[in-house]
Every structure is written in C-alpha cells, then in structure tokens.
C-alpha cells in the first residue's frame, strides 16, 4: 500500500462529488492546492536522503504511487523537490563538510524548503551545453556573480513564484557557467536562494507563465538573475575532479583556478545525473495513467449498455448489452491492460539495475539510456492508452474530470520534461550504432522483439558504415534521425518482454498486484507490439503474413478478456479511491450529476 494512501480520504484530496468544483477555481488557486498536496506528498512519503541517495526501493515506490496521476502538476512539484533538487544537493553533500548544507537538507527532506532545479534556458533548451547563465568568481573578494547576461537566458519551466504567500522558502540549483579568471570554466551547478516563502531574493526575478492547456496547472516560470552574489561554496563541485589537474589545495579560490574544461563535461554529466534518474521517475508515474485509462474504461464499458431499454412490454428482458461485448471497445483496454502487467516486470527489473542492486553492471550513460528507453515505451503505451481509450468513451472521454483526457496533456509534457525523448533517443542510437556501449543484451534473441531490434539497428549500421562515423552527415540526418525513437521503443519493448517472460519463469508476483504475470497477457503485448511494424515482420521473418499476425492477437485478446475483470481489480484502483472518473459507477454519475449547478426545473403546476 503506498505511504500516501492514507492522502486520498484528505479534504486535501477531494471526493469525486467535489473533485469537478476544483476546474471552477482559477489556475493559480489550483496551483496552489497542487503544491500543498505535493507537500503532504513528501511528507507522508517521508524519504530519508538515504533513500533519496541509494535510490532505495522507497524512492522508486513513492514515484509508482497512483495518486501522482490523480494530480500530475503536485507530482511534478514533488518529483522535482526531492529528486532533481534534494538528490543533486544530496550527491555533494559528503563532499562538502558543510553543517549549513547538511541543515538545509534536513529541512528539505522535512518538505520545509522548496527544491528547484534551474537548468534549461529559454533560448537553448535541449541545447543545455551552450547556456548562458555564467557565474564569475570575483578575484579576490572570494564569492561568484551569478548573471542571465540576455533575456533567451532565462531559466525556464521551473515553478519559482512564490505565488499564494505560502511562506515556504525556495531554494535551486541553478547551472551555470563559471567563469573564472576571465575563462570558461565549463557548467557547474551552484545553490541558489531563490525567495523567502513571500519575497522573491535581492536580484533574482521571475515572470510566471500562463498555465499549460489540459494539465493541472503548474506554476511554470522564467527565472532571471541580476548579478546575484552567491558565497565561494554556493558552487557543488567534487573535489577530487578539483584535485585532477592540480594540487589539492585549501585555498578555494586556488582550486576553482586549477578546475580546467576538460573535467567541465563529466562534471556537468555528474551534475545533471538526477536528470536520468527523473526520466526513470517519471516513467514509474506514468504507467499510473495506462491502468486508470484501462480501469474506467472497463467499467464504463460495462455500464454503457445499448439496445432497447427494459420495462417496454415489447421487448425481451435481455434487450440490451454491454458496450464491452464489441472487440472495439475490448482491444484497447485488454492492450492497455496487457501493457501495463508487462511494464510493471520491466520497472521492477529495471529499478533494480539502475540502483545497482540487480548485478548488471552500469555507467552513468548505461543508466541514462535505460531510463531514456523506459521513459520513451512508457510514454508510448500511458499516450495510447489515455487516447484510445478515452476515445472510446465518447463525449465523456473528453472531459477532465473522467480523468483520461487530462492524463493526455499531462503525458505530453512528461514526455519533454528531464530529457526529450526524441532528443535523447537521437543520442542514444547514434553511441549504440558506433558501439561506444551496450546494453543489456536479450535472454532470448530468437524471440520476436529481439529480431526486430536488432534488425532495425543493423539497417542503421549499415546506414553509417555508408555514410561514415559521422553522426552529423546528411545521410545520418535523412534516414537515421527519423527512426531513433523508433529503436529506442523498439530496445524497450524487447526489454520489457524479456522481464515479463523472466518474472514468470521466476514466478516473481510483478508491482504491487501480488500476481505472476499470466502467459496471455505476454502474448497480448508481443502482438499488439508486433501490430506496430507489421511490415517489417512481413518482411522479415519467413511465413508471417497479415493473416497470421491477426490470429495471434485474437487469440491472446480472447484469453485475456476472460481474466481481465481480475487483472484490472489486482491495481486495486477503485479499492483505494484511485478512480475519481464519474463515468466509472451508476453511483459516481449520480453523486457528479447530483453536485453540477442546476437552472430552472420547477414543477410547473
Ligand atoms: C512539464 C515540464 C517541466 C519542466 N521542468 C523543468 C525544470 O524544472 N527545470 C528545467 O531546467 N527545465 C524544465 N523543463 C524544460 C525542459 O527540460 C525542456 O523543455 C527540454 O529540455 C526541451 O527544451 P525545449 O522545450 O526548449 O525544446 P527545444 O530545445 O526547442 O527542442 C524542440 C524540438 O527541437 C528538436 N531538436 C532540438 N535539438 C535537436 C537536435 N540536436 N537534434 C534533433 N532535433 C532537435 C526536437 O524535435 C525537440 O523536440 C520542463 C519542461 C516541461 C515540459
């Protein structure tokens, strides 16, 4: 049961009856709501920095939690706080010696101070090695000068405001480049008080966007500084990069000279590795949203009766039936379903790999990349399944409060937010096709997803070979550009297969459904993967034909719609107060209809 469960039953948390009277408040009256819920978050979640640091099973289950879809702008705002703000700090800290640092920690970790995590620049975006943000160390006066030397340098996105005197105080990690000695030092990340809960600090300013469409509003902003002096130790470095190309000095300023750009990239790498992390963390959210969309779609399904209505004389007494008797209605939520079973084997597994409890060993790009590729799959299948199943919701789907189509908006900017997952997917196939690492290899690579990736990364191979090592020749723009995210998927979808099968043979119970993964439910999600490129299967493996791909997804449909009821009940979803969708129960819709503001209606006499 998950650390917040209790959250759900808080008038913080509202009731399905009340939860639609939220959308009559203005945004920035949600986004405050949003925040105090993220604050209950980090509290009830109450993760020590331990946790935070060895990326313990805590830190991941509280990411897996379901209540981060019931509200993605407080699950943002939480994610942000203790994984990319408190986890960098975190990372410094034994490096440091510093009992203020240590304090102010503490206080985060108690949800007291606010994290941010300023890193993207208006005008570079995905482009972060070429920001503008400089910090100058002032020769002799010992503290640096943090500047936006131009407006395109502002920070944006992160929520900086202190909008709704909440009086919780804010502090960021800002990236910059040092600049010391008049030379480009490289980035660096530096601690940054950003306002006192009330009032924004001397020279730091904010200009808070417009709320994004669909979402739980965000208190999104662009954040500027106006020589903004910070102490020596503002700046998080590890000393022993500082020792590699001098001596150890215990002079700061003697040691932020001897720092030379040539460790400038590994320590940006190092900086930004809770970047990583929060790609894998967000993924973890995001499979929340697959088994909401499959849940009140099973149950409207059901509830969504046609035919003629029981009571005329007329008519037979089993006049009207299911909408979910229709394979339209079943193939996208049983897909979802099948998905979802498949994701929560490949998050358990890959959770573990990337904390280095599994013993697959793992570098900083390893780790990066499996959080990219779980990133890219699961935003893939939580987009699919919030659309389609929200589309066969008719007009209902299209509504906030029966949750699918908000999930939607909120996906896509999952998807941009801690790396772009065509950005990084672009990054990812071109070091894998130069072989400058590899990732875990398939158990099975007869199966058929792993054919499939490997052929689509031998055709990119073949690709390069023609056109060079070169990853920015035109050949590699036209034709291998356009397919990454397609191979990035495709890594993780042979990966995520690979998990489930392993789960069963280890008859491991996958997520927190307390069940072994059915061999149906593989079966359903290696045919609906396969649906994804039918032609290269055609093309590629012998006998296979439109015919024979068809026959195998109705056989596995079949088998899973006969268990679905149960696998859907295993999220505990409904149990918990998960489902807030008035769609989702005669009882709900009567209690949403009952609450929405009414005009005329009296008796006439
Ligand atoms: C919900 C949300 C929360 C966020 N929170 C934060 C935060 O807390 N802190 C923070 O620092 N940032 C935050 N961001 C910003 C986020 O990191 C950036 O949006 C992201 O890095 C992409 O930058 P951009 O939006 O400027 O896109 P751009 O850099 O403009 O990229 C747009 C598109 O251009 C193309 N493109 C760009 N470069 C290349 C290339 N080299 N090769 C091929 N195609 C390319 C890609 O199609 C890309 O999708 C947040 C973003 C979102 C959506």
């Known amino acids: ?3 917040t469960s209790h959250l759900i039953d808080d008038p913080l948390y509202y009731s399905h009856l009340q939860e639609w009277k939220l959308y009559e408040r203005t945004p920035k009256e949600r986004a405050k709501l949003s925040f105090e819920r993220s604050i209950a978050m980090g509290r009830a979640n109450n993760l020590t920095l331990k946790d935070i640091v060895t990326l313990s099973p805590a830190f991941w289950n509280s990411h897996r939690d379901p209540i981060l879809a019931l509200d993605a702008a407080a699950g943002t705002l939480y994610t942000i706080h203790c994984n990319l703000a408190l986890g960098t700090l975190c990372s410094y800290l034994p490096y440091c010696h510093d009992p203020e640092l240590a304090n102010l920690l503490k206080r985060m970790a108690k949800m007291e101070v606010n994290g941010q995590f300023c890193m993207t620049e208006i005008g570079h975006g995905l482009d972060a090695e070429n920001m503008e943000t400089r910090a100058t160390w002032s020769l002799g006066k010992g503290h640096w000068v943090l500047h936006t030397p131009r407006p395109e340098a502002g920070k944006y996105m992160p929520p900086t405001t202190p909008y709704g005197d909440h009086g919780v105080p804010c502090v960021a990690t800002v990236f910059a480049k040092m600049i010391v000695d008049e030379e480009d030092q490289g980035i660096r990340p530096f601690l940054v008080n950003i306002h006192d809960g009330k009032r924004m600090y001397e020279g730091v300013s904010t200009r808070l966007l417009p ?37 150890p000095s215990n002079s700061f300023e003697q040691s932020a000279l001897n720092l030379r750009l040539t460790q400038s990239k590994l320590a940006f790498e190092l900086a930004a590795s809770r970047v990583s992390v929060g790609a894998l963390a967000l993924s973890l959210g995001a499979a929340s949203a697959i088994k909401i969309s499959a849940n009140i779609g099973w149950l409207y399904s059901w509830r969504r009766l046609v035919g003629p209505v029981p ?53 900083l790009r390893i780790r990066h990349s499996l959080a990219a590729v779980s990133k890219a799959i699961t935003i893939q299948f939580a987009s699919h399944a919030c659309y389609t199943i929200s589309e066969r919701c008719g007009a209902q789907g299209l509504f906030h409060v029966n949750m699918m189509s908000r999930m939607h908006s909120e996906l896509r900017g999952i998807a941009i937010a801690e790396g772009d997952i065509l950005g990084v997917a672009i990054r990812l196939v071109n070091e894998l096709i130069l072989n400058k690492y590899s990732l875990p290899k398939s158990r099975d690579p007869g199966s058929l997803l792993a054919r499939h990736e490997q052929g689509l990364l031998d055709e990119c191979r073949e690709i390069m070979k ?7 020749s035109p050949l590699t723009n036209t034709y291998i550009l356009p397919r990454c995210q397609k191979i990035v998927e495709a890594i993780g979808h042979r990966m ?37 490129d039918e032609g290269w299967y055609i093309e590629n493996i012998p006998g296979f034909s439109r015919k024979m791909i068809e026959e195998k997804e109705v056989k596995a449909l ?36 009952e609450g929405l503001e009414k005009f005329g209606g009296h008796t006439i006499e």
Request: charged letters at 20%; glycine letters at 8%; proline letters at 8%.
């Open 558 to 593: 079949g088998g899973v719609m006969k268990i679905a009821g149960y696998l859907v009940e295993r999220w505990g979803l409904v149990k918990g107060g998960y489902i807030k969708a008035p769609i989702a129960s005669d009882k709900m819709w009567g209690n949403f209809v």
């Open 1 to 3: 049961m998950p650390r």
């Open 496 to 532: 995520a297969y690979d998990a489930a099968v392993e789960s069963v043979k280890r008859q491991i119970h996958v997520g927190t459904t307390g069940i072994v993964i059915p061999e149906c439910v593989i079966d359903l999600f290696e045919a609906s993967i396969v649906r994804l």
């Open 211 to 247: 709320p994004r469409e669909g979402s739980n509003p965000v208190l999104h902003s662009i954040t500027y500084f106006e020589n903004v002096k910070l102490p020596a130790g503002a700046m998080l470095e590890y000393p022993s990069q500082a020792s590699e190309s001098g001596p």
């Open 311 to 363: 009571g005329d004389k007329k008519v037979k007494s089993k006049s009207q039936i299911p909408i979910i008797s229709f394979s339209t209605q079943q193939n996208p939520i049983l897909t979802a379903v099948a998905r979802a079973y498949v994701l929560d084997a490949f998050h358990d597994w890959v959770t573990e790999v990337f904390s280095g409890r599994d013993p697959y060993p793992t570098t």
């Open 466 to 472: 023609a056109s060079g090592p070169n990853h920015r």
